[in-house]
């Protein structure tokens, strides 16, 4: 997949672990629209040994599905507030960019 776009698979990017054992790395812990978010769930609360079933109807599973969209929401405001760094650049006479000629870089020859 090349840089920038979106996964065209149903994978979710997360892992579900229960007490640092690993349940399932397809879980759909997140809705499609946020299925770009990689990461791991770690939860003591729910059973070592428990099938997809099991898990699919889990009051504990749907809790931790809309704190997971909760947290991921406030993380990408989060991350759309913060300003970029500023770059200054130069104009000429009629508003064009100015390019800055590149130094020699101290370890090429």
Do not use: C
Request: aromatic letters at 6%.
């Amino acid at each position: 997949m090349a840089t920038g776009q979106l996964p065209t698979s149903n994978k979710g990017g997360l892992k579900l672990y229960v007490r640092k054992v690993l349940i399932s790395d397809e879980f759909d812990l997140l809705p499609n629209w946020l299925m770009m978010i990689k990461g791991v769930v770690d939860s003591d609360d729910l059973p070592l040994n428990v099938n997809r079933e099991t898990l699919q109807e889990s009051k504990i599973i749907k809790v931790i599905y809309k704190k997971m969209v909760r947290k991921v929401i406030e993380m990408i405001r989060k991350f759309s507030e913060e300003e970029a760094p500023a770059k200054e650049v130069e104009l000429d006479e009629e508003g064009n960019i100015v390019e800055e000629e590149e130094a020699e870089h101290p370890y090429t020859a």
